[in-house]
């Protein structure tokens, strides 16, 4: 028998997506040697290439993190600005046809960014390697055992042991299988096509939402003549489309495409990916928290999948901060219950509202149609509820931890 090496840390963290990286950043940059961090990352090579893209909504609660964490400087330059959100109803014909417009600022900050992904966890990995009590495993996952006193997580000829276990390994989460961790959840029966297109005319610094009867029809600008498409639609036709050539997907696209941003001229970065709805029925046991998509998957439809996650890695980083500071057991289950307690609010009213929204306008139900165009058109004509969804989206509140306010954790 082979003999097993124990490797010892304060935390583990299995993933190493973005909700990972900021963990780690953020619980490094305020407490440099005094936490030691291993990460299993489970994906030994990248999901994409180095001209993938995949475009991220980054809301203002997310901006404030990366200001909080010094690196937001480094961020902007690759960032595209939304300075106007334009929502509408096309699917119904005639003038009452629904139609809405915000202005995406909240105190004369803008609430959103368009950042490709890649850009993003690239600059945050060069934070990372700066730090020497940081380290990657690219390893498969045996088994987990969790006491009282410590996890464990079991691989080839190697035990990894910490005081707390984090789950931020996706939607797919081995941790969570393993575990036996249940979640409430129900398939969409939709797919989302998520593509990269250049066209003809200018992006003026808006992101657009169509509804359409097909479902959801989203257009992120990513550059001056680029933008990023996510359409969710029923399987059956999502099925159809992945079997058209590039040109006619761009012949398809272009009839459902804003006509202010002229005709799509090339398409790249295809992908399809299943839409379904999950929360955990709980987000933290015995030396274990989960975040991200371990925790929760909310329809992309207001692409705030990924600030929900960030929003999950400030709390629970502050609450680490804070027990260490004064000398508590980060990982005992009387301290993760703030964590869970602080989040749950956050993610379940947010799942919710976007699953009635897509329920809501992706289907062909005849009595709703007036339904739907009547609520945009009454959201746009009462400026009060319109500023307060952009606050909503936002992501920030009175009672928010102090990344998402744009304040260091060592302050």
């Known amino acids: 028998m082979q003999h097993e090496n124990n490797i010892i840390s304060d935390l583990l963290i299995v993933g190493n997506g973005i909700t990972s ?21 489970r994906d030994i090579t990248e999901n994409y290439t180095e001209e993938y893209v ?57 609430a959103s960014y368009i950042i490709n992904e890649r850009k993003l966890r690239d600059i945050v990995a060069e934070e990372l390697s700066q730090f020497n009590n940081f380290t990657i495993f690219n390893e498969d996952i045996k088994d987990i055992s969790i006491d ?43 797919t989302a096509l998520s593509c990269v297109v250049n ?20 257009i992120l600008p990513l550059d001056e003549k680029t933008s990023s498409i ?21 012949e398809e696209l272009n009839k459902r495409f804003d006509n202010s941003k002229g005709k799509i001229l090339k398409i790249d970065n295809i992908g399809y990916f299943n839409l379904y709805f999950s ?23 207001a692409g ?22 004064y000398g508590l057991d980060f990982g005992s289950i009387n301290i993760l219950e703030e964590y869970q307690r602080s989040r749950m609010g956050d993610i379940i009213s947010s799942a919710l509202i976007y699953d009635g929204i897509n329920k809501l306008y992706s289907n062909n139900i005849k009595p709703l149609e007036p339904l739907k165009s009547f609520a945009i058109r009454f959201v746009d004509k009462i400026p009060l509820v319109k500023k307060n969804l952009v606050e909503e989206a936002s992501g920030i509140k009175e009672n928010s931890p102090k990344l998402v306010k744009g304040i260091p954790l060592n302050l």
């Open 21 to 41: 990286q900021f963990l780690s950043l953020a619980l490094l940059k305020s407490l440099g040697n005094n936490i030691k961090i291993n990460v299993i990352n």
């Open 54 to 110: 995949r475009a991220l909504s980054i809301s203002l609660s997310t901006v404030n993190i990366c200001k909080a964490l010094g690196i937001w400087d480094k961020v902007k330059q690759y960032c595209y600005p939304v300075e106007r959100i334009d929502v509408s109803n096309p699917s119904q014909s005639g003038p009452k046809k629904g139609y809405l417009q915000f202005d995406n600022r909240i105190n004369d900050q803008l």
């Open 148 to 190: 009282q006193n410590q996890a464990k997580l079991f691989v080839k000829n190697k035990k990894f042991i910490a005081k707390l276990l984090i789950a931020a390994d996706g939607r797919k989460s081995i941790v969570r299988d393993i575990l036996g961790i249940k979640a409430i959840s129900w398939d969409y029966k939709q």
């Open 199 to 218: 066209h003809s005319k200018s992006n003026t610094k808006t992101a657009i939402e169509m509804f359409l009867d097909t479902g959801p029809f989203a």
């Open 230 to 250: 996510i359409w969710s639609a029923d399987n059956d036709i999502m099925n159809e489309i992945k079997n058209l050539n590039s040109e006619s997907l761009i």
């Open 279 to 301: 929360i955990t029925r709980k987000i933290i046991d015995h030396r274990l928290a989960l975040v991200g998509d371990s925790a929760h998957v909310v329809h992309p439809l």
């Open 304 to 325: 705030q999948g990924i600030n929900i996650g960030l929003r999950d890695v400030a709390q629970i980083s502050e609450i680490i901060v804070d027990s260490i500071k």
